[in-house]
């Protein structure tokens, strides 16, 4: 199995960015695929889940500013991210959440302030 993450960068606060990842080698429609992200320094958290039947939760504190979404046809989950704050720095991954398959190496998110 292999997950690519994408769609990264750099971006002054208040700005949007839209990532995606996509699996490949595996079934994808039947798990629940989580976004993570790891900011400089600190350990990789969980950010916002999606199940196979699309119910969504997040973390509280980007409830209302990111959006997960998935294609289970394409196996893609996505995470559009508005209203970006500093603090949403870091190095964001795809996975499913239980028996996590191999980390990918992520995409950079950068939010200058």
């Known amino acids: 199995v292999q997950l690519h993450a994408s769609g990264g960068g750099l971006v002054q606060t208040g700005r949007s960015l839209r990532l995606s990842c996509v699996a490949s080698?595996?079934?994808?429609?039947?798990?629940?695929m989580n976004w993570y992200r790891q900011p400089p320094g600190k350990q990789r958290e969980l950010v916002a889940s999606?199940?196979?039947?699309?119910?969504?939760n997040y973390v509280d504190s980007v409830k209302g500013r990111f959006t997960i979404a998935r294609d289970n046809a394409k196996k893609m989950v996505f995470l559009q991210m508005n209203s970006l704050k500093p603090e949403d720095t870091g190095v964001y991954y795809c996975?499913?959440?239980?028996?996590?398959?191999?980390w990918g190496q992520g995409t950079q998110v950068t939010v200058s302030s």
């Open positions: 080698g595996t079934i994808f429609s039947k798990y629940e």
């Open positions: 999606i199940t196979s039947g699309g119910t969504t």
């Open positions: 996975n499913r959440r239980t028996f996590p398959w191999p």
